[in-house]
């Protein structure tokens, strides 16, 4: 079993920034990529950003990039995102994932495994 905890949002007007961050415990080992996803009221949860430990390498929802970033240490089991410009559209709660596959785009939520409890980002006008 894995435990995710996110940490890091609140309320913040539009372009400024927030920064959330996740900690993983318990079966953390062999992770494959951690990720980011949002929800907002009335939506689908969507894809965010991601990282994959084996290279390093990331990904982002179109929507985000540019502004937002996503680093982690694959060692202390952590992944942090870094949200710069600040949209009212990116109100949501936003949520930590891991996964222990490969393959697939990434971004779908289905292609995690354990998530966390979520927290609320909200950008005011």
């Known amino acids: 079993q894995v435990q995710l905890v996110e940490s890091g949002g609140g309320l913040v007007q539009a372009g400024g920034s927030l920064r959330l961050s996740c900690a993983a415990s318990?079966?953390?080992?062999?992770?494959?990529?951690m990720g980011w996803f949002r929800q907002a009221p009335g939506k689908e949860r969507e894809f965010v950003a991601g990282i994959s430990w084996s290279g390093g390498s990331t990904y982002y929802a179109d929507s985000v990039k540019g502004r937002f970033t996503i680093s982690g240490d694959n060692a202390k089991n952590t992944v942090s995102l870094q949200m710069n410009s600040l949209k009212p559209e990116d109100t949501a709660v936003y949520y930590c994932?891991?996964?222990?596959?490969?393959?697939?785009?990434?971004?779908?939520?289905?292609?995690?495994?354990?998530w966390g409890q979520g927290t609320q980002v909200t950008v005011s006008s």
């Open positions: 318990g079966r953390t080992f062999s992770s494959y990529a």
């Open positions: 994932a891991v996964r222990y596959r490969s393959g697939g785009s990434a971004r779908l939520p289905h292609e995690y495994d354990y």
